[in-house]
């Protein structure tokens, strides 16, 4: 290798540092295009997010109000239920009661029958 004079190596070197250095401007151009770019899609992504939670806190008021609802006219069911049943039990207890009564005045007259016949016959 032969000996060149400083000058041409240093003007080498001098265009070298200036492609480089051109090089990373654009980098550091297209680094900055794609941080804007990513703050944008985070921003989108961002509002959809609290589009989503808006729509899915309006469900749950939705969701709230109509199982309030539907509390509301199980309770009337269940009300009109127990009033049924209670009718149906009072219905059930006077009867019990009549056909209590009616055996036993029926077993009243037997046993009277029963002991003046056997007084009869004795």
């Known amino acids: 290798m032969t000996a060149q004079p400083w000058e041409p190596r240093v003007s080498r070197l001098e265009g070298a540092i200036e492609q480089i250095a051109d090089r990373l401007t654009d980098l550091h151009g297209d680094m900055a295009g794609l941080r804007t770019e990513m703050n944008g899609l985070r921003n989108d992504v961002d509002t959809k997010i609290d589009h989503l939670d808006a729509k899915i806190d309006h469900l749950d ?15 009337q069911r269940l009300g009109h239920l127990d009033v049924k049943i209670d009718d149906v ?9 009549s056909h209590f009564r009616w055996t036993l005045g029926t077993m009243v007259a037997l046993i009277a029958a029963l002991g003046a016949f056997l007084h009869f016959v004795h």
């Open 61 to 75: 008021v939705k969701i709230d109000q109509r199982l309030g609802h539907l509390d509301v006219k199980i309770d």
């Open 89 to 97: 039990r009072d219905s059930l207890d006077a009867k019990i009661d």
